[in-house]
């Protein structure tokens, strides 16, 4: 017989054994799902059955990744659930065909997926390759669906109700080692060969392989059977769980327990008809369209770094960090572990001795590495009290106290040991770059790199080019932040730049609310409805209200000392003097009980006004939510965001904006331009001229248009 190629399988087959190898192996770089994925393998599996003599198929694939789960651009352009249901049924026809062959084992040599992951799902037995580079999950739950090629059904058939909903809700992706724990794959090889030997012998002692499911009298693994009380008791707590994670927020979520509910007390082919609809539905809602198109399409044009500036080569080599404090330790951290040759200054002893406990402490983490790999790392950084160590530095990330005298001070007295064409980075959360700049005698070799905290987990970087940031220095930047792999948006320069003021903006009426009166649970709760990562008052405490007081303070340089005036600026004023710091100091807006966070602090209400007539779940919700999206706003008019895909990646990534909402501008979007610029109008009579929508808004509300298409 000759071999098979179509558009995404290869087909060799062995008669000695009778095994047939499928190789997925699309044009292109990976292996996605679509309709050329779908009639691949369709063809594949006819061209296998048809062979004399087959006791068994082997898939695995011909790319990097075994398959990175479905064609987001074809799920993205369809609006149409009926097709979608079509496409899904499929997907299931050819799954339920390899069930019922010969056997069927997957040799996962690379990533599996969601799609690909459910592909996997269906054959009769999994080997994967025990490298540490493959993640295993199904993370679909992240894009505002669910996985919809059986692994709602397969998976707790598989695992277990409890283990699969921890998955499937979570969206977790995991490593060799720990998917063979959980019993997502049954075997781990050490090589490709050895990969191919143990399929290929997993179907020489299984000729007559079935999947539990299709067998009789099947039971369900993990201890919980369905249609019994502890499984109803188990869906409660699950239902209930999952709505105080998202409030009703994340759709995704709570359709995912009910799939595996519904379907669990089913046949399994009517349990997939279920997550087939389930996964339509999502599928066309504004949520899926609004999370795909900023977390996978605008994500990957911001981490290609599309339409900004580019050299190759960063020309960087050794960087010094000034200021081993909280962010100066993550930053030597992340740098030496990309690397770079890092000094890490600061004038307190102490404070170099506990950043670079720190950075040990993160090297010790990487356990993928050996010890000589994990030495290597921490030989690269020095810590330091002198100057001298910092001579010849190609890049400075100056993270010292955040004051523009201190600031000024330490560029001028480091700067000259730079080397030639080395690069001036501060991270300072809010301060315009034109302002530190003064300071500098390389103002082109200028710029505000913002990390977030903690830097080692926090993906995004906002670069910050000043009026004298030369494009040379910028292009550096973003080469030096492709390399720390940090998905980086670039903004101009303005105090707070574009992350920091938007934060801002939702704290501070988290706290305004709190002080006309609104109750700080409804306050809390009202933003986990609208799907903010971190409730505003919850968050103000882990930022600590010391930090708070001293950004509005700054703040009130630049913005004009009114702002001091608002009864939510003056109840954090208050709290903080009287010791209430937040998370820090046991004791903020919340209680606390050896660090850990209690209830809502009762003593507030005597910092409040009485309750105003007019408050409830939609009053706050739409305040904390339109005092974001004004001052995103105001950000567009004053020309600080340079991209609308920045707004939302940055917003998103940067500082836990609701991220079914697709992000700030996305979000106006939805509200209608001209229904929100109504809102805010009123808003900014009733509450103040935060409120007072941006111009670009107006223009675009009369003009009908959008930020994105549909
Ligand atoms: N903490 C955050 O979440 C966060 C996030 C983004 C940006 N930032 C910004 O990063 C900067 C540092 O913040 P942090 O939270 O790490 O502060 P930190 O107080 O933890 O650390 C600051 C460190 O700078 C040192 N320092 C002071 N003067 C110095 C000098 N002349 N030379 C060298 N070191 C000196 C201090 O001893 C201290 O160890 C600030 O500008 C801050 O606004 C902070």
Same mark, same amino acid.
């Given at each position: 017989?000759?071999?098979? #190629?179509?558009?995404?399988?290869?087909?060799?087959?062995?008669?000695?054994?009778?095994?047939?190898?499928?190789?997925?192996?699309?044009?292109?770089?990976?292996?996605?799902?679509?309709?050329?994925?779908?009639?691949?393998?369709?063809?594949?599996?006819?061209?296998?059955?048809?062979?004399?003599?087959?006791?068994?198929?082997?898939?695995?694939?011909?790319?990097?990744?075994?398959?990175?789960?479905?064609?987001?651009?074809?799920?993205?352009?369809?609006?149409?659930?009926?097709?979608?249901?079509?496409?899904?049924?499929?997907?299931?026809?050819?799954?339920?065909?390899?069930?019922?062959?010969?056997?069927?084992?997957?040799?996962?040599?690379?990533?599996?997926?969601?799609?690909?992951?459910?592909?996997?799902?269906?054959?009769?037995?999994?080997?994967?390759?025990?490298?540490?580079?493959?993640?295993?999950?199904?993370?679909?739950?992240?894009?505002?669906?669910?996985?919809?090629?059986?692994?709602?059904?397969?998976?707790?058939?598989?695992?277990?109700?409890?283990?699969?909903?921890?998955?499937?809700?979570?969206?977790?992706?995991?490593?060799?080692?720990?998917?063979?724990?959980?019993?997502?794959?049954?075997?781990?090889?050490?090589?490709?060969?050895?990969?191919?030997?143990?399929?290929?012998?997993?179907?020489?002692?299984?000729?007559?392989?079935?999947?539990?499911?299709?067998?009789?009298?099947?039971?369900?693994?993990?201890?919980?059977?369905?249609?019994?009380?502890?499984?109803?008791?188990?869906?409660?707590?699950?239902?209930?769980? !999952?709505?105080?994670?998202?409030?009703? !927020?994340?759709?995704?979520?709570?359709?995912?327990?009910?799939?595996?509910?519904?379907?669990?007390?089913?046949?399994?082919?009517?349990?997939?008809?279920?997550?087939?609809?389930?996964?339509?539905?999502?599928?066309?809602?504004?949520?899926?369209? *609004?999370?795909?198109?900023?977390?996978?399409?605008?994500?990957?044009?911001?981490?290609?770094?599309?339409?900004?500036?580019?050299?190759?080569?960063?020309?960087?080599?050794?960087?010094?960090?000034?200021?081993?404090?909280?962010?100066?330790?993550? +930053? !030597?951290?992340?740098?030496?572990?990309?690397?770079?040759?890092?000094?890490?200054?600061?004038?307190?002893?102490?404070?170099?001795?506990?950043?670079?406990?720190?950075?040990?402490?993160?090297?010790?983490?990487?356990?993928? +590495?050996? *010890?000589?790999?994990?030495?290597?790392?921490?030989?690269?950084? #020095?810590?330091?009290?002198?100057?001298?160590?910092?001579?010849?530095?190609?890049?400075?990330?100056?993270?010292?106290?955040?004051?523009?005298?201190?600031?000024?001070?330490?560029?001028?007295?480091?700067?000259?040991?730079?080397?030639?064409?080395?690069?001036?980075?501060?991270?300072?959360?809010?301060?315009?770059?034109?302002?530190?700049?003064?300071?500098?005698?390389?103002?082109?070799?200028?710029?505000?790199?913002?990390?977030?905290?903690?830097?080692?987990?926090?993906? %995004?970087?906002?670069?910050?080019?000043?009026?004298?940031?030369?494009?040379?220095?910028?292009?550096?930047?973003?080469?030096?932040?492709?390399?720390?792999?940090?998905?980086?948006?670039?903004?101009?320069?303005?105090?707070?730049?574009?992350?920091?003021?938007?934060?801002?903006?939702?704290?501070?009426?988290? !706290?305004?609310?709190?002080?006309?009166?609104?109750?700080?649970?409804?306050?809390?709760?009202?933003?986990?409805?609208?799907?903010?990562?971190?409730?505003?008052?919850?968050?103000?405490?882990?930022?600590?209200?010391?930090?708070?007081?001293?950004?509005?303070?700054?703040?009130?340089?630049?913005?004009?000392?009114?702002?001091?005036?608002?009864?939510?600026?003056?109840?954090?004023?208050?709290?903080?003097?009287?010791?209430?710091?937040?998370?820090?100091?046991?004791?903020?807006?919340?209680?606390?009980?050896?660090?850990?966070?209690?209830?809502?602090?009762?003593?507030?209400?005597?910092?409040?006004?009485?309750?105003?007539?007019?408050?409830?779940?939609?009053?706050?919700?739409?305040?904390?939510?339109?005092?974001?999206?004004?001052?995103?706003?105001?950000?567009?008019?004053?020309?600080?965001?340079?991209?609308?895909?920045?707004?939302?990646?940055?917003?998103?990534?940067?500082?836990?904006?609701?991220?079914?909402?697709?992000?700030?501008?996305?979000?106006?979007?939805?509200?209608? %331009?001209?229904?929100?610029?109504?809102?805010?109008?009123?808003?900014?009579?009733?509450?103040?001229?935060?409120?007072?929508?941006?111009?670009?808004?107006?223009?675009?509300?009369?003009?009908?248009?959008?930020?994105?298409?549909?």
């Amino acid at each position: 017989m000759e071999n098979l #190629t179509n558009p995404a399988f290869r087909g060799t087959f062995d008669p000695a054994d009778g095994v047939a190898v499928l190789t997925f192996q699309m044009e292109g770089r990976a292996n996605k799902l679509n309709q050329v994925a779908l009639e691949g393998l369709s063809g594949a599996l006819d061209w296998a059955y048809a062979l004399p003599g087959l006791k068994g198929i082997v898939l695995t694939s011909g790319h990097r990744d075994f398959c990175v789960g479905a064609d987001l651009e074809m799920i993205q352009a369809e609006r149409d659930p009926a097709r979608i249901f079509e496409a899904v049924k499929l997907f299931h026809g050819l799954h339920r065909k390899m069930e019922k062959g010969v056997p069927v084992v997957a040799a996962i040599n690379g990533s599996a997926l969601g799609g690909g992951l459910e592909l996997a799902l269906a054959c009769h037995h999994r080997v994967c390759l025990a490298d540490a580079r493959i993640q295993l999950g199904l993370p679909e739950v992240m894009l505002g669906v669910l996985p919809g090629g059986g692994g709602t059904q397969r998976l707790p058939r598989m695992i277990g109700i409890q283990a699969a909903l921890e998955l499937l809700t979570t969206g977790a992706q995991l490593r060799p080692d720990k998917a063979k724990a959980k019993g997502l794959v049954d075997e781990l090889a050490d090589t490709p060969e050895a990969l191919l030997a143990a399929s290929r012998a997993w179907i020489a002692a299984n000729p007559k392989a079935k999947q539990p499911w299709d067998k009789k009298g099947f039971v369900w693994p993990g201890g919980v059977q369905p249609g019994t009380p502890d499984a109803r008791n188990l869906f409660l707590a699950g239902c209930a769980m !999952a709505y105080k994670r998202t409030a009703g !927020a994340f759709p995704a979520i709570e359709s995912i327990v009910a799939c595996v509910q519904e379907g669990a007390g089913l046949t399994f082919d009517r349990a997939l008809e279920v997550e087939g609809r389930r996964f339509a539905a999502l599928v066309v809602s504004d949520v899926a369209k *609004d999370m795909i198109r900023t977390l996978f399409f605008h994500k990957q044009a911001a981490d290609k770094q599309e339409g900004l500036p580019r050299v190759e080569d960063h020309g960087i080599r050794k960087v010094t960090i000034l200021g081993a404090g909280m962010m100066g330790a993550g +930053l !030597a951290f992340v740098c030496a572990k990309t690397g770079f040759e890092v000094v890490l200054k600061d004038i307190a002893a102490d404070a170099v001795e506990r950043g670079l406990a720190h950075v040990h402490q993160q090297i010790g983490k990487l356990k993928h +590495l050996d *010890d000589a790999g994990r030495k290597a790392i921490a030989d690269r950084v #020095t810590g330091t009290l002198e100057l001298e160590p910092c001579r010849g530095s190609d890049l400075v990330i100056e993270a010292v106290v955040e004051n523009t005298r201190v600031k000024h001070a330490v560029t001028r007295e480091t700067e000259p040991l730079l080397a030639p064409n080395g690069i001036w980075a501060s991270n300072t959360s809010a301060i315009p770059i034109d302002d530190l700049v003064k300071a500098s005698a390389h103002p082109d070799r200028f710029i505000g790199l913002h990390f977030f905290s903690p830097v080692e987990k926090m993906p %995004l970087l906002e670069i910050i080019a000043g009026a004298a940031t030369s494009d040379d220095t910028l292009a550096r930047c973003l080469a030096f932040g492709r390399a720390i792999k940090k998905t980086c948006i670039v903004v101009n320069d303005g105090y707070g730049f574009y992350t920091s003021r938007t934060f801002s903006a939702y704290i501070v009426e988290g !706290a305004q609310l709190v002080a006309e009166g609104h109750d700080p649970r409804l306050v809390e709760w009202a933003a986990k409805t609208a799907g903010m990562v971190v409730p505003p008052l919850q968050v103000f405490d882990e930022v600590s209200l010391n930090l708070g007081k001293h950004a509005i303070e700054q703040g009130a340089e630049y913005k004009g000392a009114e702002i001091l005036e608002a009864p939510g600026v003056k109840l954090v004023f208050a709290l903080a003097a009287a010791g209430r710091l937040g998370k820090i100091a046991n004791a903020g807006f919340y209680e606390y009980a050896d660090g850990k966070r209690k209830g809502l602090w009762s003593g507030l209400s005597e910092y409040a006004a009485a309750t105003p007539e007019v408050t409830g779940l939609d009053v706050i919700r739409q305040r904390l939510m339109l005092a974001q999206i004004a001052e995103v706003g105001r950000c567009l008019d004053e020309g600080i965001l340079r991209q609308h895909r920045d707004a939302e990646v940055g917003a998103i990534l940067g500082i836990g904006f609701a991220p079914n909402a697709g992000g700030p501008l996305a979000y106006a979007d939805r509200y209608g %331009l001209p229904a929100l610029v109504r809102d805010l109008d009123a808003l900014a009579e009733s509450c103040g001229d935060r409120f007072r929508p941006a111009e670009t808004f107006r223009r675009m509300a009369a003009a009908g248009e959008r930020f994105f298409e549909v």
